[in-house]
């Protein structure tokens, strides 16, 4: 038995100090990232008048640098593909722990997926994982059962994934290439797209993932908390519109919170030649979205400083 505690004593001593050679990763991975606008949320970097939060919608369709031009005031989009509520709540949060107090935020709502179950947006933790660095990501990582509390405090290892033993320099992309002002639009269309409009189905609220209505009225309490006027925008789809779901949105927020829907008497909005696939648009049809939602904006801003 003394000698298995002896042994079982060295392992942890030689297991511990192995641990330590692993802890040069978290700060390399950082820096191998061609995305770095949460690490710019973690460091304050993130300081615009105007912040857009959203899934690949809010990437590809809203132009922060339209937004600007249109109200005279500084813009960053926060969006990312593939990005569920949850995350945005999240983003929104990390924002105004470290940073300075947005004078607006516009938040872009998946018609009609922002609650219901959506394999294709998702928490998006490949995000978080090449920045353990941080102290917040970690506390966020073991919120959300990622990660062991204890477990992180001691071992640099449990904290890493198989993302950060990959140290080659990531880059942009075709469809992937991210503005200065965090947009992403693309300027071509997709060449798979059928244009095929699928038929309207009846908005199913009980298929809500409460979880998902919980983030999102999160992030209604932090703008009311900060005072922090919130601009909730459904762009253009190519594909059917849901007024359900609009007014179900509509339902769940506050009266001194701003609800922008594309002007659909606009024919560019039935022209595929603006659209990479059916739900996003291409680079010439959100230049002329953003500037729609940007003069939509000033207005209210304006309102608000009367």
Known sequence: MKKFLIKLLVFGVVFFAADKLFYPLENISPTKEVDKRLEYLLQGKINQDILIFGSSRGARNIMAEEIEISTGLSAYNLSYPGSSIEFHEFLVRTALSNNKKPKLIILCVDNAMTFLPAPA??????????????????????????????????????????????????????????????????????????????????????????????????????????????????PPLYDYQRDDFFKIVQSRTPKNVHYYVFDKSNPIYTNKDYFFDKTHLKRNGAELFSRELGKFVFKKLELQND
């Open 121 to 234: 947006l998702n928490f998006r933790l490949d995000r978080l994982y090449p920045l353990v660095k941080y102290d917040a990501i970690v506390d966020e990582l073991i919120s959300r059962g990622e990660k062991n509390e204890y477990l992180s405090q001691f071992f640099y290892l449990h904290k890493l994934s198989k993302s950060n033993f990959d140290i080659q320099q990531k880059k942009f992309n075709a469809k992937d290439t991210i503005s200065k002002l965090g947009s992403m639009p693309i300027s071509f269309s997709d060449s798979k797209e059928k244009w095929k409009i699928d038929t309207l189905s009846v908005y199913d609220q009980k298929r809500e993932e409460k979880v998902k209505v919980v983030a999102f009225e999160k992030i209604i309490a932090m703008c009311q908390k900060n005072k922090i006027p919130l601009v909730l925008v459904s």
